[in-house]
């Protein structure tokens, strides 16, 4: 079945950018996610991409997809202490619309 | 206002005890699932529903049991039979059609088995 592989940590300071990066093993994936949890709660959209572009750009956040390596990036620029959370990178499994999430990657924004 | 509730936020149970967790949605969603989420291993797929009356298992489907008798609820059993099931629960819908499958997601349940 689909596998995807996030790093689990990632610390930066308040204004600076932040990159979480993300990969997957099918090939076949249409739409690719980024979901954001804060502590004690459900998960939130982010942002998505199509799996016939390049990069997506939404404010603060830009989503960077290489296809042929199957690599997905969120960036999120000036990085906030409120930013401080887990985010998970998810794609569609083949052949169902549940989704496969990665294993979420905590970022902590130090002051 | 639209959204997913799920109910209660903690849940503590004796081992060898059933418990059901609750999720309710007011989008008109016509799919919703549910996931377990245990520290450091993401979300993983319970089960899952695509209309009223019909579910499918998903990944670690042993020892849940669901039931999907009215579009807006989705209750997910805990048996005695899953070994391990202290876990946060998400429960989640979305459209059952459509090209982007956004998910919006409940609170969560907090299950501890004492």
């Known amino acids: 079945g689909e596998d995807v592989e996030q790093s689990l940590f990632l610390s930066v300071r308040e204004g600076d950018s932040s990159v979480i990066n993300c990969t997957y093993t099918d090939s076949s994936s249409t739409y690719l996610y980024w979901y954001k949890q804060e502590p004690g709660a459900g998960l939130q959209l982010l942002t998505y991409i199509f799996s016939n572009m390049d990069m997506k750009q939404d404010q603060r956040l830009t989503v960077l997809l290489n296809k042929k390596d199957k690599h997905l990036s969120l960036r999120i620029a000036d990085t906030q202490t409120g930013d401080s959370a887990i985010y998970f990178c998810a794609v569609a499994g083949t052949g169902r619309r549940a989704l496969t999430f990665g294993s979420g990657t905590r970022l902590q924004v130090q002051p | 206002d639209g959204g997913i509730t799920q109910s209660p936020k903690y849940l503590f149970r004796k081992e060898g005890q059933n418990v059901t967790l609750s999720c309710e949605q007011n989008l008109n969603h016509d799919a919703m699932y549910w996931y377990r989420q245990d520290p450091g291993q993401g979300l993983r797929l319970i089960y899952y529903?695509?209309?009223?009356?019909?579910?499918q298992k998903g990944d670690i489907a042993e020892g849940y049991s669901v039931s999907r008798e009215k579009k807006e609820s989705f209750p997910l059993t805990v048996t005695s039979a899953q070994k391990n099931p202290t876990a946060f629960y998400l429960c989640?819908?979305?459209?059952?059609?459509?090209?982007?499958?956004?998910?919006?997601f409940g609170p969560g349940t907090r299950l501890t088995v004492l």
């Open positions: 989640a819908s979305s459209m059952a059609s459509g090209r982007v499958n956004e998910q919006f």
């Open positions: 529903s695509q209309i009223v009356n019909d579910f």
